[in-house]
């Protein structure tokens, strides 16, 4: 196991023949497809370690095999689960480990649901105080709006800097650049 704090997934060593199978070689597109990891992701796992190097042909191309498509399917099931790269490089490491102990894997597991269930609640008390805000809006023609007011007193709170976005951008457009219908 990696000690507290360092991450393991920069530091993986590799030896080709113990990761790469006998069975259908593939290229990336080919590999990305059975997996259903992207190309850009399957490059980036490997530039920062979390996957071995690819094999390359004569012509430079990566080749990949059936144990690959089996650790980026792990990758991918990892990653839809909401583990850190931290900590789907420590889940493969015991993966590979076959003397490992499912207490660790227990533990890992454990602390992110701990993880998960906190961001949970803190959407559960976003999703209240928006409710709570639009019940309290008009909603007519009208400029006052309260919602607006709550954004900008937070915004304007001497002393108190707003905190960061804690879970990546909307993904929205602002209002002002959306096409009116």
Not at 101 to 125: D, F, G, P
């Amino acid at each position: 196991m990696v000690p507290a704090g360092e991450s393991s997934y920069i530091r993986y060593e590799y030896k080709r023949s113990a990761h790469r199978s006998k069975g259908e070689v593939m290229n990336i597109g080919e590999v990305a497809r059975a997996s259903g990891v992207s190309t850009k992701m399957i490059r980036y796992y490997e530039t920062i370690g979390l996957i071995p190097p690819a094999d390359r042909s004569e012509a430079g191309y990566r080749n990949y095999g059936d144990n690959d498509v089996h650790t980026l399917r792990f990758i991918r099931r990892s990653r839809d689960l909401g583990f850190t790269v931290e900590q789907m490089a420590d889940l493969l490491t015991l993966w590979r480990d076959r003397s490992r102990a499912s207490s660790e894997v227990k533990k890992i597991a454990l602390e992110h649901v701990e993880i998960l269930e906190r961001k949970a609640e803190e959407l559960k008390a976003m999703s209240r105080t928006l409710k709570h805000l639009a019940a309290n809006c008009h909603g007519d023609g009208r400029p006052d709006c309260p919602i607006l007011d709550d954004l900008a007193a937070m915004a304007t709170e001497p002393g108190k800097a707003p905190e960061p976005a804690r879970f990546g951008p909307a993904g929205l457009e602002p209002v002002r650049n959306r096409r009116r219908a």
